[in-house]
Structure formats: structure tokens, C-alpha cells
T-cell receptor, first 116, second 114 residues
Framework: NAGVMQNPRHLVRRRGQEARLRCSPVKGHSHVYWYRQLPEEGLKFMVYLQKENIIDESGMPKERFSAEFPKEGPSILRIQQVVRGDSAAYFC??????????????FGSGTRLTVV | AQSVTQLDSQVPVFEEAPVELRCNYSSSVSVYLFWYVQYPNQGLQLLLKYLSGSTLVKGINGFEAEFNKSQTSFHLRKPSVHISDTAEYFCAVSDQGGADGLTFGKGTHLIIQP
């Protein structure tokens, strides 16, 4: 099953540490999206990437957060100097090239970040 | 920009009873509409989607939804629920014009009571 793979499933970090979340999209999908789900909230769009390009990062906090999708390897969401408010589930989704929203998106199982 | 409103944060229903989960959206452009289900500690799974054509859309697990353009609604229904349907349900929209990601509602927690 070549779905969206996210790792780790659970990540615990102390305040001030860095968190790196990985996402391998469905094979052949070149569009990757990151979403954050806070407790009791829906998913909020963070960033949309294509290979080697950030297309839309309007949902990303201006500081401490960054994302990349290199030519080879998974997409990485990086959170520097984590704070308690960063505790959330982070979901990655991928879609095929040029289909826009017609396919829906294939979601991973998420990474649950806990900052202690 | 789009927005999605799911009016009910929780819906308790007895097993084998029908259920309707409400979703309203607003958008200045044409949209695609989706319902996703999230089981505890899992990712989102697509239940169904409306792209065009027939306004009644059938999805997996016996769910269906009806697109009502005049009321800007896309309510999800199932005629008879099972314990296994207990989950969080999210309505979402995306802009037809491009791959700009999804805008989600806050979700409805469907609680099935035996």
C-alpha cells in the first residue's frame, strides 16, 4: 500500500528543542500539503509544496516554522525552539500533478507532537 | 477565500438510527466539496466528494451527501448507523481553480449509542 507515510507517529520534545516531521507522499504525487490540527479544532492549512518549491505558505507561522520538499526524499516540516502551543497533530497530504482539488487528497496518519 | 461551518460539534445517535451531519460553506468562487472521516488516532479518510453533476453523492460505508447550491450546504447522511461509525467527521472545500489545499470545518464528533 503506497499511501502517504508520516514519521514519527508520536514525537515528544522539550521546550526549546527542534522538531522534524517527515512525510513521504504517494508514489507519483508531486504536491504536498501540511495541516495542523489543534485539540478540538479542525485542520488548518499550513503550507503547500511542490518538488523543490514552496507554492503557498500563507498558513505557516512567520517564525520558527519551515518546510521543504527536496528533489529526493521526503517533505520535512521543521519547528525550531518548540513551545507548548506547538503541541498538535500535524498531517501531511499529497495529490497528483495537475488535478487540483478533484481527487481529494490522500492523507497520512499524522505526527502527534507533544511539547513538555 | 472559503469558509466551512459545521454547526454541531457533537451528534449522539442510537445505533441503527438515521443521522445527518450538517455542513454549510461560503465562497466567492465555485468549489469542490468533500467529507472526510477520522477514526481515533488515525489520519483522514475520504468518504465522498462533490465535483459536478448529480447533487446527490454516494460514498463509502453507506454515507451520502447532497449538494444544495442555493443553501450553500453539503449535509452528510446515513440511514442506519453502526457502532463502527463513531468518529470525527470533517467537511471541506477546495477552490476549483487550483490546487490550493482544503479549507476544513471544525468537525463533528458522531457518537453512536448502543
Amino acid at each position: 500500500n503506497a499511501g502517504v507515510m508520516q514519521n514519527p507517529r508520536h514525537l515528544v520534545r522539550r521546550r526549546g528543542q527542534e522538531a522534524r516531521l517527515r512525510c513521504s507522499p504517494v508514489k507519483g504525487h508531486s504536491h504536498v500539503y501540511w495541516y495542523r490540527q489543534l485539540p478540538e479544532e479542525g485542520l488548518k492549512f499550513m503550507v503547500y509544496l511542490q518538488k523543490e518549491n514552496i507554492i503557498d505558505e500563507s498558513g505557516m507561522p512567520k517564525e520558527r516554522f519551515s518546510a521543504e520538499f527536496p528533489k529526493e526524499g521526503p517533505s520535512i516540516l521543521r519547528i525550531q525552539q518548540v513551545v507548548r502551543g506547538d503541541s498538535a497533530a500535524y498531517f501531511c497530504a499529497s495529490s497528483p500533478l495537475l488535478t487540483g482539488g478533484t481527487e481529494g487528497y490522500t492523507f497520512g496518519s499524522g505526527t502527534r507532537l507533544t511539547v513538555v | 477565500a472559503q469558509s466551512v461551518t459545521q454547526l454541531d460539534s457533537q451528534v449522539p445517535v442510537f445505533e441503527e438510527a438515521p443521522v445527518e451531519l450538517r455542513c454549510n460553506y461560503s465562497s466567492s468562487v465555485s468549489v469542490y466539496l468533500f467529507w472526510y472521516v477520522q477514526y481515533p488516532n488515525q489520519g483522514l479518510q475520504l468518504l465522498l466528494k462533490y465535483l459536478s453533476g448529480s447533487t446527490l453523492v454516494k460514498g463509502i460505508n453507506g454515507f451520502e451527501a447532497e449538494f444544495n447550491k442555493s443553501q450553500t450546504s453539503f449535509h452528510l447522511r446515513k440511514p442506519s448507523v453502526h457502532i463502527s461509525d463513531t468518529a470525527e467527521y470533517f467537511c471541506a472545500v477546495s477552490d476549483q481553480g487550483g490546487a490550493d489545499g482544503l479549507t476544513f470545518g471544525k468537525g463533528t464528533h458522531l457518537i453512536i449509542q448502543p
